[in-house]
C-alpha cells in the first residue's frame, strides 16, 4: 500500500545552518505530496505542497521539489531560525483513492 | 469558511468502557474525511477515512470503529477501550480529492486507565 518514510529525527541544529529533511513515498499512481508542520503545543497545518513531477513548494523560505524518478520530496531550508523548531510532516495523497498518507513526523530542534 | 470541530479536548476513561469521539465540519459539502492517532515517537497513523456518508475505510486492525451518519460527521467509537487506545486523536478532512490542504481539528487527548 501507500506509504510515507521520513527521516529518523530528532534533527538538533545550530541557528542560520542548511536544513534537509528527507522523504521517500511508494504510491500507486501520481499523488499529490504535502510538508505539514506541527508547532509546540499547536495543531498541523499546512507548510509546502507540490501536486505533479518536478512541481516546487515553497513557503517560509522551506522549498521542497517533487522528484518522480527518485519518488522523493526532500524539505530544505538555506537557514534556519529558532522559531522553526517544530514536528515536520511528510504526506502524499493518493488521487485513485482519497487516502491522506503521513510519515512518522521528524523532530526539528533549532539552538541559538 | 470552513471549520472543524472535534471533541471532546481530553477524556479519561475506564479499561472495557465504551468510547465516542466526535467529529463535524462546517462550511464545505462532501469532504474526504479522516482519524488519526497520534502516539508519543510515532507520528501520524491513518486509523480510517471516508470519502462519502456510510462509506468507511479501515486502515489497520484494531479496538475501534469509524461511522459517518452525515455528510459532515465523522465518529470514532469502541465498546471496550484497552490500555492500548490511549493517545492522541486527529480529525481531518479535505475537500474531495487532488484537494491542496487538509485541515485538522484541535485533537483528542484520551487516557485509559
Known amino acids: 500500500g501507500d506509504s510515507v518514510t521520513q527521516m529518523e529525527g530528532p534533527v538538533t541544529l545550530s541557528e542560520e545552518a542548511f536544513l534537509t529533511i528527507n522523504c521517500t513515498y511508494t504510491?500507486?499512481?501520481?499523488?499529490?505530496l504535502f510538508w505539514y508542520v506541527q508547532y509546540p503545543g499547536e495543531g498541523l497545518q499546512l507548510l509546502l505542497k507540490a501536486t505533479k513531477a518536478d512541481d516546487k513548494g515553497s513557503n517560509k523560505g522551506f522549498e521542497a521539489t517533487y522528484r518522480k524518478e527518485t519518488t522523493s520530496f526532500h524539505l530544505e531550508k538555506g537557514s534556519v531560525q529558532v522559531s522553526d523548531s517544530a514536528v515536520y510532516f511528510c504526506?502524499?495523497?493518493?488521487?485513485?483513492?482519497?487516502?491522506?498518507?503521513f510519515g512518522q513526523g521528524t523532530t526539528l530542534q533549532v539552538k541559538p | 469558511s470552513q471549520t472543524i470541530h472535534q471533541w471532546p479536548a481530553t477524556l479519561v476513561q475506564p479499561v472495557g468502557s465504551p468510547l465516542s469521539l466526535e467529529c463535524t465540519v462546517e462550511g464545505t459539502s462532501n469532504p474526504n474525511l479522516y482519524w488519526y492517532r497520534q502516539a508519543a515517537g510515532r507520528g501520524l497513523q491513518l486509523l480510517f477515512y471516508s470519502v462519502g456518508i456510510g462509506q468507511i475505510s479501515s486502515e489497520v486492525p484494531q479496538n475501534l470503529s469509524a461511522s459517518r451518519p452525515q455528510d459532515r460527521q465523522f465518529i470514532l467509537s469502541s465498546k471496550k477501550l484497552l490500555l492500548s487506545d490511549s493517545g492522541f486523536y486527529l480529525c481531518?478532512?479535505?475537500?474531495?480529492?487532488?484537494?491542496?490542504?487538509?485541515?485538522f481539528g484541535q485533537g483528542t487527548r484520551l487516557t485509559v486507565v
Open positions: 504510491a500507486t499512481g501520481y499523488p499529490s
Open positions: 504526506a502524499l495523497e493518493s488521487g485513485n483513492t482519497g487516502k491522506l498518507i
Open positions: 481531518a478532512w479535505l475537500k474531495g480529492t487532488f484537494s491542496t490542504e487538509a485541515f
